[in-house]
């Protein structure tokens, strides 16, 4: 079992349409990524771990798949789509990762 | 509900003890965590999402509680204990930060 991550970092002057993201563009993705797609999560960064501190992520998002090979079938034939809405919704260059689930 | 993620950088250089994380860290956490620690999730990085680039982070793991005061009240009384088994697993500094569970 293997996560997708996208991680938008909390860059100053960032922007990111919270609404549009949770109501169009995952709605969108999840449609096309199919039953391939096993969970997903979104979640919104609040703050650092030290007191004061501002988290270094706006949006962590992550996308579960069978596998590496099930996740690239799935989201190549689709990549231009998705990746073209990311402009409707922030100005962050997400960081993505393809991580294996130990637990 | 939130989550407290913890991020170990992918840095050049860095060790990190698996085993040792899941065997002895991660169960010793939710031990002295208990009731308020409601799930974890301990993913690996294998790569980047661009073909040939390494993942950003070598571990990414996950604690949700109900709330920020459920987090910290759980968590303060044992923040020397947990923090200190740190450099029993590896040498990297992790990124912390709290988030807002949206999906």
């Given at each position: 079992?293997i996560?997708v ?12 349409d919270m609404d ?7 709605p969108?993705v999840g449609e096309?990524?199919?039953?391939a ?6 979640d919104h960064g ?8 501002e ?10 798949f069978?596998s590496?090979?099930?996740y690239q079938k799935?989201f190549?034939?689709h ?9 409707r ?5 997400p960081?993505?990762q393809?991580?294996e689930?130990k637990?």
């Amino acid at each position: 079992m293997i996560k997708v991550y996208v991680l938008y970092p909390n860059n100053s002057g960032a922007t990111f349409d919270m609404d549009y993201y949770l109501t169009k563009h995952m709605p969108m993705v999840g449609e096309r990524l199919g039953a391939a797609l096993k969970a997903m999560t979104v979640d919104h960064g609040l703050a650092g771990g030290q007191p004061g501190t501002e988290a270094a992520y706006r949006v962590i998002t992550t996308l579960r798949f069978d596998s590496v090979d099930a996740y690239q079938k799935a989201f190549m034939p689709h990549a231009a789509e998705i990746q073209g809405d990311i402009p409707r919704f922030t100005n962050i260059a997400p960081t993505v990762q393809i991580s294996e689930v130990k637990i």
